[in-house]
Structure formats: C-alpha cells, structure tokens
C-alpha cells in the first residue's frame, strides 16, 4: 500500500526560529494535503497542493509540492508558541480515502 | 469551516462491553464519512469508510465484526467497538467530506479506555 514518510519525527525549535518538515512518497500523488493537530485535539485542514511544483502561502507557512509529486515540505517561518502542534501530510487515494504520514511533532522553546 | 461532532468524547467501559461512537456532521451533508483511530504520539491509521445506504468498506486488517460501522443517514455515522478489551483503548476520530469541496473535516476525537 502507499506509504508516506514525514521527517524529522520531532523537532524542537527557539521561537521565532524557522522550521520545516517534509513529507515523502512511494509513489507519485495527485495532490496532497496538510493537517494541523494541537496537543489533545483532532486534525485541521490546512492546504492541498495538486500541481507539480506548486507553492502555496498562508501567512507565515509555505507549503511546496516536488515536480515529480512524490514530495511536498511545509515550512514555518519565525515561529511562534501558537505554531506548537503535529504536522501531517496526507496523500489523497482512491475513493478519497487519506493516507496520513507519520507526522512532525514541533514544540517551540519561549 | 464545517463542523463535526462526535459524542462521547470520552468513554471509560469494562471489558467485554459494547461502546457506541456518534460522528455527526452539524451544518453540511456526507454521503461518505471515514472512522480513523489514533495511538498516542502516532499517525491515523484509516479503519473504514462509512457510506450512507450502503455498508461501509474496511481497511486490511480492521475487523468489520469487531468495528461495526452504520451510516444512516447523510449527517449521521455511528462506530460500535463490540466486545471491548483493553487492547481496544485508543483515540478514535471520525471525518466528513462535504461534497462540494475537497478537505475532510474531522470531528474532536472520542477517548476510549476499556478497564
């Protein structure tokens, strides 16, 4: 079955410190997707990238899809104690079930 | 965004008890709903998907009679953990798809400890 692998698995950054995980494939997606979980709470859509080589902001978030569509990365620049959560990506397959990586724990040091 | 609740959000129940797990979707429509479950400090992992009027479809290795799925109508999609052991505690979160856009939304996850 598909596998998608995120690195780092955690990473733990000084506030205000940038930060990026990314989110790599086995096989070449049709688009991905980006969730956001706090500590305790469930998964928030972010963003879904669909073109090779797209990229996409929100503010302070980059979000990158690879031109062989086999990988993506997020990065959060100047980070904040608000950015605290799990960063998943999420391969979208058939029947439009989501294939979750592993996800980057990010903890902010104030 | 849309909303999606689940009730309870916590459960405490003895083993060999059967717990039942609501997902609805309060202001959108879902034909389709997806039940994931979450260990601590994991990823989630899909279980099923929940078809309305039809029987929902379940993810190598998941047991259907173990994990009974039931989607009743277009807001509502119900998971039953039969015969709970403690094996069975986990984190369990259910999504929805509004048909006219492309993101799941998923509800606030219900806490099961099987004693």
């Known amino acids: 079955g598909q596998q998608v692998m995120q690195i780092p698995q955690y990473q733990h950054v000084q506030e205000g410190e940038d930060f990026t995980t990314y989110c790599n494939s086995s096989?070449?997606?049709?688009?991905i997707q980006w969730y956001k979980q706090r500590p305790g709470g469930h998964p928030v859509f972010l963003i879904q990238?669909?073109?090779?080589?797209e990229v996409k902001k929100q503010k302070r978030l980059t979000f990158q899809f690879g031109e062989a569509k086999k990988n993506s990365s997020l990065h959060i620049t100047a980070t904040q104690t608000t950015d605290v959560g799990t960063y998943f990506c999420a391969a979208m397959g058939g029947n439009e079930k989501l294939t979750f990586g592993t996800g980057t724990r990010l903890t902010i040091i104030p | 965004g849309a909303v999606v609740s689940q009730h309870p959000s916590r459960v405490i129940c003895k083993s060999g008890t059967s717990v039942k797990i609501e997902c609805r979707s309060l202001d959108f429509q879902a034909t389709t709903m997806f039940w994931y479950r979450q260990f601590p400090k994991k990823s989630l992992m899909l279980m099923a998907t929940?078809?309305?009027?039809?029987?929902?479809?379940?993810e190598q290795g998941v047991e259907k009679d173990k994990f009974l799925i039931n989607h009743a109508s277009l807001t509502l999609s119900t998971l039953t953990v039969t015969s709970a052991h403690p094996e069975d505690s986990s984190f369990y979160i259910c999504s929805a798809r509004d048909s006219l856009y492309y993101e799941q939304y998923f509800g606030p996850g219900t806490r099961l400890t099987v004693t």
């Open positions: 929940s078809n309305e009027g039809s029987k929902a479809t379940y």
């Open positions: 096989t070449t997606l049709s688009n």
């Open positions: 990238l669909v073109k090779s080589g």
